[in-house]
């Protein structure tokens, strides 16, 4: 069964540097999100992806924050000045549409560690 | 606003016994779809089960069904014959473009 994967499964950065997180979504998927997991919270929305564009950010999604899909495979976010709360699990997810009850399929998340 | 509750931060359930997770939400939109996605240990999140709101019949997916209660809004997760595998933080999840989660509750299974 194809499968969302994400790089790397843990990144360890020092505060004020900048990190990206790679995810390889499903090869037919259209629609592509990034979450967030404080360590002991729940899951939260960061952005939406479609078309090439951002179709929904959170509040959490600040100017620190951006995605790109480089290539036609990969799905990118980047943090540009890590913070000491950016420490979280990461994960990406994509669905084939948006709504119309598609689930969406996560990968396996990225732990962030910020030192 | 559009929340997800779960009122259970833990739960716990004997082999082979059944647990039933909470699960409430807030909407004004007649047309929603709802999840359960669980996180095991590992942290993947894997989906579980889910519910079309249009659709009165319950959702079952072999030991996991839901009773769905529009009117109430509340989604609960029945685990039938529960298995040691089943433990794992259980996350309750509307659709709206994006998922909105719930808390989280935490099942453990005992032997």
């Known amino acids: 069964e194809p499968e969302v994967t994400q790089t790397p499964s843990h990144q360890v950065t020092q505060m004020g540097q900048e990190v990206i997180l790679r995810c390889v979504p499903i090869?037919?998927?259209?629609?592509f999100y990034w979450y967030r997991q404080i360590l002991g919270q729940k899951v939260e929305f960061l952005v939406s992806?479609?078309?090439?564009?951002?179709?929904?950010k959170s509040e959490i999604f600040d100017d620190q924050f951006s995605v790109e899909r480089p290539d036609g495979s990969n799905f990118t976010l980047k943090i540009r000045s890590t913070k000491l709360e950016d420490s979280a699990m990461y994960f990406c997810?994509?669905?084939?549409?948006?709504?119309?009850?598609?689930?969406?399929?996560f990968g396996d998340g990225t732990r962030l560690s910020i030192l | 606003a559009q929340t997800v509750t779960q009122s259970q931060p833990e739960m716990s359930v004997q082999e082979a016994e059944t647990v039933t997770l909470s699960c409430t939400y807030d909407?004004?939109?007649?047309?929603?779809?709802l999840f359960w996605y669980k996180q095991p240990p590992s942290r993947q999140m894997i989906l579980v089960i889910r519910?079309?709101?249009?659709?009165?019949q319950n959702a079952t997916e072999n030991r996991f069904s839901v009773n769905f209660q529009k009117a109430a809004k509340s989604f609960s997760l029945k685990i039938s014959d529960s298995q040691l595998g089943d433990a794992a933080m259980y996350f309750c999840a509307r659709l709206r473009g994006k998922l909105i989660f719930g808390q989280g509750t935490e099942l453990s299974v005992k032997p």
């Open positions: 090869s037919n998927h259209l629609y």
């Open positions: 997810a994509s669905s084939l549409i948006q709504g119309m009850g598609q689930p969406q399929h």
């Open positions: 992806f479609y078309n090439n564009e951002i179709s929904e």
């Open positions: 519910q079309e709101a249009y659709k009165q």
């Open positions: 909407t004004s939109e007649s047309d929603y779809y």
